[in-house]
């Protein structure tokens, strides 16, 4: 029976040190693929490189970069034939990215988006980020176990997980769902040596709450998030309120 295939992606770059630990980890049962990012691509979102040509490059066997956002090297892929990956993946996962993904960073985050691209596409996938202060070989091991557990779960219905580890080396393993957490400051002004001004997005400090059963309230537990996410971002019970809106608008 051949290996499972795994597409490994990340928002850090091919080369991140997360990326190559998972990499070597993941492939003690699987075959593989990397194709990420060139250069460091946080907070890109789902961003799509639709105004300028990529470059696919090989580096190694298995080990593919492309120039643009973590969606564009999912995207690539998925899309390019036999180029990156010689059938369909069993599973994407990305990571091990350096910073957590908790709450509201899911919106922002490239981790998060390289794991959507891909169950945009049908394909379960996961995506684990560890906080600067975890051990990285722990959360490998524990990312990989995840990674093994889900495939062989085999789920039917469209899956998307989001893990986050908090710091330490050991850990409880919580299933989550998304809390709030919101950035302090988000907009610094400075002024560059010739007086002209500039700004940093992006406070330095963070708050979130601590909603019951929340990966925010697991991360200052200590415990592993486990999160599952969602596509289908149609909101029902505000179906009424759109409907009254038309008719107002059209009346």
């Known amino acids: 029976m051949s290996r499972p295939l795994i597409l490994l992606a990340n928002d850090d770059g091919f080369r991140a040190e997360g990326l190559q630990a998972l990499r070597g980890a993941l492939s003690s049962f699987a075959e593989v693929i990397v194709c990420a990012p060139a250069s460091e691509q946080s907070a890109k979102s789902h961003s799509l490189t639709l105004h300028r040509p990529l470059r696919l490059i090989q580096h190694e066997p298995g080990v593919f970069s492309v120039d643009g956002t973590p969606a564009d090297s999912v995207y690539v892929a998925l899309h390019a034939g036999d180029r ?30 390289a794991a959507r ?10 995506a684990v980020s560890a906080d600067g202060r975890a051990d990285r070989a722990s959360a490998v091991k524990v990312s990989t176990d995840l990674a093994r557990a889900l495939l062989s779960a085999a789920p039917r219905e469209l899956t998307l997980l989001n893990v986050n580890f908090p710091a330490g080396s050991e850990w409880n393993i919580a299933a989550t769902r ?25 406070g330095s400090g963070v708050e979130h709450n601590t909603l019951a059963g929340s990966d925010t309230e697991a991360f200052d537990r200590g415990e592993v998030g486990v999160t599952p996410l969602v596509l289908d971002l149609w909101h029902s019970g505000h179906q009424e309120l759109a409907e009254q809106v038309v008719a107002e608008a059209t009346r």
Not at 91 to 99: C, I, T
Not at 117 to 126: C, D, S, T, V, Y
Not at 187 to 201: Q, S
């Open 178 to 202: 998304l809390g709030t957490r919101r950035y302090l400051d988000a907009v610094e002004f400075r002024h560059d040596p010739r007086g002209k001004e500039y700004l940093w997005i992006g």
């Open 117 to 126: 691209e891909a169950a945009l596409k049908g394909l379960p996938a996961i």
């Open 84 to 113: 990156v990956v010689p059938r369909r993946p069993d599973l994407v996962v990305s990571g091990l990215n350096h910073g957590v993904n908790l709450g509201d960073d899911v919106f922002y985050s490239g981790t998060v988006a």
